[in-house]
């Protein structure tokens, strides 16, 4: 069974301190993504890795950076947290396109308020 | 414009009935379609998944896809309180390096007992 896990499903985090979300997927999977689920504004990608110490930039990556140091984990980094972070972090991966398009596998998410 | 549009909801349907589901999309070069549903407080599961245009059937689901007016639909036949979730539709072009999908922002379906 795939398995994609987050490391904390709720976090509460004040004003300027630095986040750490982690991802870790069992599927040896070569992509991963970060997405922010927010209400009327749906899934959108803050970055998003195709191996191992690579990424790119998703549609709103302004105030975010990723680490991949290893294909299994991908985390998410909030340098300084605010208060419009507050929100669902979802974490996917999936197979390179150059084996045919394949789903996105999602963890259960991290409810992140900044307070 | 964005690129999909999905109409949030909610909707609300007694058990039993024939759910639709709908998006519009406007670049063309979409080929990948799917339907993830997402359950309250759980990250969104593949529900189902059809390239370019035609019709897929898996048990009470149904997707359908016209890509001439770019519009997707999934049905729910004799919908269940089990079915309540959000639904998102999501597409992508190939050919890219990586999988990137686009999502709709997702329909709230509440099936009543």
């Known amino acids: 069974d795939v398995k994609v896990t987050q490391s904390s499903r709720y976090l509460v985090k004040r004003t300027g301190e630095k986040v750490f979300l982690e991802c870790v997927q069992d599927m040896d999977h070569e992509n991963m993504f970060w997405y922010r689920q927010d209400p009327g504004l749906g899934l959108r990608l803050i970055y998003f890795?195709?191996?191992?110490?690579?990424?790119e930039k998703g549609d709103i990556p302004e105030g975010y950076s990723v680490s991949r140091e290893k294909k299994e984990r991908f985390s998410l980094i909030l340098e300084s947290a605010s208060t419009n972070q507050t929100s669902m972090y979802l974490c996917a991966s999936s197979l390179p396109a150059s084996q045919g398009i394949d789903t996105q596998y999602f963890g259960p998410g991290t409810r992140l308020t900044v307070l | 414009q964005k690129e999909v549009e999905q109409d949030p909801g909610p909707l609300s349907v007694p058990e039993g009935a024939i759910v639709s589901l709908n998006c519009t999309y406007s670049?063309?070069?979409?080929?990948?379609f799917m339907w993830y549903r997402q359950y309250s407080r759980k990250g969104p599961e593949l529900l189902m998944y059809?390239?370019?245009?035609g019709n897929k059937e898996d048990g009470r689901f149904t997707a359908q896809v016209d890509k001439s007016s770019k519009y997707i639909s999934l049905f729910i036949r004799d919908s269940q309180p089990s079915d309540s979730a959000t639904y998102l539709c999501?597409?992508?072009?190939?050919?890219?390096?990586?999988?990137?999908?686009?999502f709709g922002t997702g329909t709230l379906l509440a099936v009543q007992p």
């Open positions: 670049n063309s070069a979409f080929q990948y």
């Open positions: 999501a597409m992508t072009e190939y050919g890219g390096a990586t999988n990137k999908l686009i």
């Open positions: 059809t390239y370019s245009s």
């Open positions: 890795s195709y191996d191992v110490k690579m990424k």
